[in-house]
């Protein structure tokens, strides 16, 4: 029986976790699905720790806590959650509810189907969408992944999704030759595993906007992912 292995970077989500814990578990029982947890917790000063923390002696060893000192990113978040994983695949999600789980079945299902290495969330193309965005933040999002895309000449429709279903061994294969960091984290990824020959499939998501909480994509999150995108183009 397959095993999946969620890896949830958090900062600054104590509403939001026990939710998000609560949507993943149900669905994995729901259609009979073997389902763990890594949180990767970045000393979060509103006391996420102290939640998860609680949810770990609901859920047991099916949770998994990795605390780090201060918040080091994405891309090290995922590179440190895929060494406590113990699942042959691996899911990259947001702890915000911006990704919601019952779009895990799709996946699932997706990849079964076709034997991909790689199943994507993608909010452009058709039943995909965003809500509770207004229009300069849908822009800046097409903006990027169309440049990214015709830049980089990658076909995929949304290369900065952060929502993605990985064979285990795919993901450990290329995330050690990744050097992007922040947003451009999740496009290198993609380039880098269409270069070694893996598949990749798309699967269409709804991408709701954080209920509880502050987004943590500014202004200075779009330069570091319009100098990442230089650097990889110069890359590849």
């Given at each position: 029986m397959s095993k999946y292995s969620v890896i949830l970077p958090t900062y600054n989500e104590r509403e939001n976790l026990p939710i998000i814990?609560?949507?993943?578990?149900?669905?994995?029982?729901?259609?009979?699905?073997?389902?763990?947890?890594?949180?990767?917790?970045?000393?979060?000063?509103?006391?996420?720790?102290?939640?998860?923390?609680?949810?770990k002696k609901v859920y047991g060893d099916k949770l998994i806590i990795h605390f780090r000192e201060k918040k080091l990113g994405l891309g090290s978040a995922y590179m440190d959650g895929i060494k406590l994983c113990h699942g042959n695949y691996v899911v990259i999600m947001d702890a915000d509810l911006s990704h919601h789980p019952k779009y895990l079945v799709d996946f699932i299902q997706k990849q079964k189907n076709t034997n991909c290495d790689i199943v994507t969330g993608s909010r452009y193309i058709n039943k995909g969408g965003v809500m509770n965005w207004g229009f300069d933040r849908k822009l800046t999002s097409r903006g990027a992944n169309f440049l990214a895309s015709t830049m980089l000449g990658v076909k995929c429709s949304d290369l900065t999704g952060s929502f993605r279903l990985y064979k285990r061994e795919v993901l450990e294969k290329v995330i050690k030759d990744v050097v992007s960091r922040g947003y451009a984290f999740q496009m290198e990824i993609i380039i880098r595993a269409r270069q070694y020959g893996y598949t990749v499939e798309e699967v269409p998501i709804v991408f709701v906007e954080r209920i509880f909480g502050e987004s943590k994509l500014g202004a200075s999150e779009f330069q570091i992912y319009l100098k990442g995108l230089w650097k990889l183009l110069w890359t590849f």
């Open positions: 814990t609560y949507l993943i578990f149900e669905m994995a029982k729901k259609n009979n699905l073997d389902f763990e947890i890594i949180i990767i917790e970045d000393n979060s000063p509103d006391g996420t720790l102290q939640v998860a923390q609680e949810l």
